[in-house]
Structures are given as structure tokens and as C-alpha cells.
């Protein structure tokens, strides 16, 4: 009797097979759904969390900025509005870069024992911050609508907004988590290169206050910055600074490419070192 043995390895090359990927497509709802209610379990407030932070945050820097040092930023929207708009992009891309840093070490167990691909993982942990990033939205849009209206492109720049900084935490999470996986050091400095990075972003100043042209496009290689003047063109009526959004694109660009390099480059030892 013949014994068939099957080698199941991943696909060569360096690019993303979407074939393979919808194939296992029911693993992002799996993964996506378990941690979400790993999250949130023996929680009392539940979801609630999701919320409550940005709003804690908004009072807090509204409190500081605003109300005791009475900095005078010149926003076109009122300072809580802007803060808190800040504050929930500025989430979503922290959240999906720590969880999708440490989601191949979390998952090792499962990736020792069957194969399906692997950027599933890093994926899907975009995906549960995305799911506590609609639930301040919904807030996000109340608190805003009492202070002002919000004009009609939204449709177009919200999207795209979320859609960059998306980009940029696939990128930079691709990276780190295949960093994390040899080098455990990583786990240890993302933190601290995120709290540098959140000062680097435009989320409680805008970048207008700079006066340094040099420094102001700098800073414009952070994609968040990028993502932060598409979601507040509507907020403010203004149209968005173009060539600090096409600076932060092309960085974002830049991460997603060389984080699925790295990843793909490195994902076959997973299961030998995880």
C-alpha cells in the first residue's frame, strides 16, 4: 500500500496570495471573535472601555491644554472635538501596531500545529482594534455633531483616514510581530517607541504650529500625521495639506512593503522558534 506524504510549505515569493488568504477566510472571524471576547471577558464595563478612554483622555488634555495653560493651538474646530478625533485615530493605529507586534507569540501554540497562512494572525488583531475603534466612533460623531456639523466629505476623507492608518499598523505590525517572534527585545521597546511616536503625531497640537518647514515635513513621515489632516478636513472645512499627506502615504507604502518582505521572509521558521 502507497503512503502518500504531503509538505505543506508557504507560498514563494515575497507577495500576498489573496487566493490562500480567502480560502481560510473564516479564520479572521475566528481569531478576530476570540480575542474580542478574551478582551473583554470578566469585564464589568465590557465594550464600555473602548469608549470610556478617549473620552477620559479628551477631558483631560481639554483640562490641561485648554482650560489651566490656555494655549491658544488656532484650530478651526473646537479643542475637545479636535483632541478626541486625535485621540481615537491615534488609538486605532497603537492598538493594531501592539497587538499585531505580539499576536504571533500569543498564537504560538496554534502555529506549531497546523498551517494555514500566517498573516492571518497579524491581521486579524488589526481587526478586533478596528471593532473598539467603531465604538468610539459612534461617540465620536454624537460629541461632535453637538458642537458643529459635519460637512459631507466625510464619506470621502473619514474612509480614506482609516484606510492609511490601517495601512500603516499592517505595516508596521507585519514587522514587529515577525521581529518579536526571533528577537524578544521588541516586545519590550514597542511600547516606549510608541509613546515617542504619539508625541511625533498630531494629535493634541496641530502641525500648523510648527513653525520649521523642515521639522513640520519631518514629521510629516509619520503616517499618522497623514491620516489626522484627511479625518479632520471635514471637521474644519479645510482642505487637507496634500503634500504631508502624500509624504505620510508614501511612508506608509514603505512599512507595507517592508513589513510583508520581513514577514514573508521569515514566516516559514515560525513554527520552529515561536
Known amino acids: 500500500?502507497?503512503?502518500?506524504?504531503?509538505?505543506?510549505?508557504?507560498?514563494?515569493?515575497?507577495?500576498?496570495?489573496?487566493?490562500?488568504?480567502?480560502?481560510?477566510?473564516?479564520?479572521?472571524?475566528?481569531?478576530?471573535?476570540?480575542?474580542?471576547?478574551?478582551?473583554?471577558?470578566?469585564?464589568?464595563?465590557?465594550?464600555?472601555?473602548?469608549?470610556?478612554?478617549?473620552?477620559?483622555?479628551?477631558?483631560?488634555?481639554?483640562?490641561?491644554?485648554?482650560?489651566?495653560?490656555?494655549?491658544?493651538?488656532?484650530?478651526?474646530?473646537?479643542?475637545?472635538?479636535?483632541?478626541?478625533?486625535?485621540?481615537?485615530?491615534?488609538?486605532?493605529?497603537?492598538?493594531?501596531?501592539?497587538?499585531?507586534?505580539?499576536?504571533?507569540?500569543?498564537?504560538?501554540?496554534?502555529?506549531?500545529?497546523?498551517?494555514?497562512?500566517?498573516?492571518?494572525?497579524?491581521?486579524?488583531?488589526?481587526?478586533?482594534?478596528?471593532?473598539?475603534?467603531?465604538?468610539?466612533?459612534?461617540?465620536?460623531?454624537?460629541?461632535?455633531?453637538?458642537?458643529?456639523?459635519?460637512?459631507?466629505?466625510?464619506?470621502?476623507?473619514?474612509?480614506a483616514a482609516i484606510l492609511l492608518c490601517l495601512l500603516a499598523a499592517f505595516g508596521a505590525g507585519s514587522f514587529l510581530s515577525a521581529l518579536n517572534v526571533k528577537y524578544r527585545d521588541f516586545r519590550y521597546a514597542v511600547p516606549f517607541l510608541l509613546q515617542l511616536l504619539f508625541f511625533a503625531s498630531q494629535v493634541i497640537y496641530p502641525v500648523n504650529v510648527i513653525k520649521n518647514t523642515q521639522l513640520k515635513y519631518l514629521l510629516a513621515l509619520n503616517p499618522v500625521n497623514g491620516a489626522l489632516e484627511l479625518f479632520r478636513a471635514p471637521l474644519t472645512g479645510l482642505a487637507p495639506d496634500m503634500l504631508l499627506v502624500s509624504i505620510s502615504i508614501s511612508t506608509t507604502l514603505l512599512l507595507c512593503v517592508a513589513g510583508i518582505i520581513y514577514f514573508r521572509k521569515t514566516e516559514s521558521y515560525f513554527a520552529d522558534i515561536a
Open 1 to 159: 500500500m502507497e503512503h502518500t506524504e504531503t509538505t505543506i510549505k508557504p507560498p514563494a515569493g515575497i507577495t500576498i496570495n489573496f487566493k490562500e488568504l480567502w480560502q481560510f477566510r473564516e479564520l479572521f472571524y475566528f481569531f478576530t471573535w476570540r480575542d474580542i471576547k478574551v478582551k473583554y471577558k470578566q469585564t464589568f464595563l465590557g465594550i464600555a472601555w473602548a469608549i470610556l478612554q478617549p473620552l477620559a483622555f479628551m477631558l483631560l488634555f481639554t483640562f490641561i491644554f485648554s482650560k489651566t495653560l490656555k494655549l491658544d493651538f488656532s484650530v478651526a474646530i473646537p479643542y475637545p472635538v479636535f483632541v478626541l478625533s486625535g485621540i481615537i485615530v491615534w488609538n486605532l493605529f497603537n492598538a493594531s501596531v501592539s497587538h499585531a507586534g505580539e499576536s504571533m507569540i500569543q498564537n504560538a501554540a496554534i502555529i506549531k500545529k497546523i498551517y494555514f497562512p500566517r498573516l492571518i494572525i497579524p491581521t486579524s488583531a488589526l481587526l478586533v482594534s478596528l471593532f473598539d475603534f467603531f465604538m468610539a466612533f459612534i461617540i465620536f460623531l454624537a460629541i461632535t455633531f453637538c458642537y458643529q456639523p459635519i460637512q459631507w466629505t466625510a464619506l470621502v476623507y473619514f474612509p
